[in-house]
């Protein structure tokens, strides 16, 4: 039931969180940052424009980042409470905070092990592209392939010390 929940709850994150995450990647990749950087509003208004709010504009890289945020809830929350509920609390606070904080690192942990081929395709996706003009990764699968048979399969893991340096002990 908490893995559901979660799946769920990443989901619908997900889908509130993608504009912004193509605005963000849009400003982050900016070659022209110190002689022009747009607002957040002027970027997506461009991005809206140039190419609309579907799969190609806003809402580029969707089904990566309802991977990437549907996984790791469904993982984290699903682990969480399952184990929280099998180790027994500690009546001192400090051994409480230690449990809880343990538990939930660990959740983090595999959460994020499981999920980052997902943001590896998220960011490929949503980033430049190797050759501009000509579009590379379009579809989360078929990037998440494309990564593994070109740079092999810790490529699908780059970035995982700092995700769980940031998600862990969240």
Same mark, same amino acid.
């Not at 994150?13 to 849009?26: C, G």
């Not at 942990?109 to 190797?130: C, E, H, L, M, W």
């Not at 379009?138 to 769980?164: D, H, N, Q, S, W």
């Given at each position: 039931?908490?893995?559901?929940?979660?799946?769920? !709850? =990443?989901? &619908? $994150?997900?889908? +509130?969180?993608?504009?912004? $995450? +193509? #605005?963000?990647? @849009?400003?982050? @990749?900016?070659? *022209?940052?110190? @002689? $022009?950087? /747009? !607002?957040?509003?002027?970027?997506?208004r461009?991005?809206?424009? &140039?190419?609309?709010?579907?799969?190609?504009?806003? *809402?580029?890289?969707? @089904?990566?980042?309802?991977?990437?945020?549907?996984v790791?809830?469904? #993982?984290?929350?699903?682990?969480?409470?399952?184990?929280?509920?099998?180790?027994? +609390?500690?009546?001192?606070? *400090?051994?409480?905070?230690l449990?809880?904080?343990?538990?939930?690192?660990?959740?983090?942990?595999?959460? !994020?092990?499981?999920?980052?081929?997902?943001? +590896?395709?998220?960011?490929?996706i949503?980033?430049?592209? /190797?050759? /501009?003009?000509?579009?590379?990764?379009?579809?989360?699968?078929? &990037?998440?392939? &494309? #990564?593994?048979? $070109?740079? =092999?399969?810790?490529?699908?893991?780059? =970035?995982? #010390? %700092?995700?769980?340096?940031?998600?862990? %002990?969240?």
């Amino acid at each position: 039931a908490f893995a559901i929940a979660g799946l769920g !709850s =990443g989901l &619908t $994150e997900a889908v +509130v969180v993608n504009p912004f $995450e +193509v #605005v963000k990647v @849009t400003l982050q @990749t900016n070659r *022209n940052a110190f @002689t $022009e950087q /747009p !607002s957040s509003f002027v970027q997506a208004r461009q991005i809206i424009k &140039t190419n609309g709010l579907g799969f190609q504009g806003l *809402n580029k890289g969707l @089904t990566a980042t309802l991977g990437r945020h549907g996984v790791f809830n469904m #993982v984290y929350f699903g682990f969480y409470f399952n184990v929280k509920n099998i180790l027994p +609390v500690n009546k001192d606070p *400090n051994l409480e905070f230690l449990r809880k904080f343990g538990i939930g690192l660990v959740s983090g942990t595999i959460a !994020s092990i499981i999920n980052i081929p997902f943001d +590896v395709a998220k960011s490929r996706i949503q980033g430049p592209q /190797p050759v /501009p003009g000509e579009i590379k990764y379009r579809t989360c699968f078929k &990037t998440m392939a &494309t #990564v593994y048979k $070109e740079e =092999g399969f810790l490529a699908l893991y780059k =970035g995982l #010390v %700092p995700k769980i340096m940031r998600l862990g %002990p969240g």
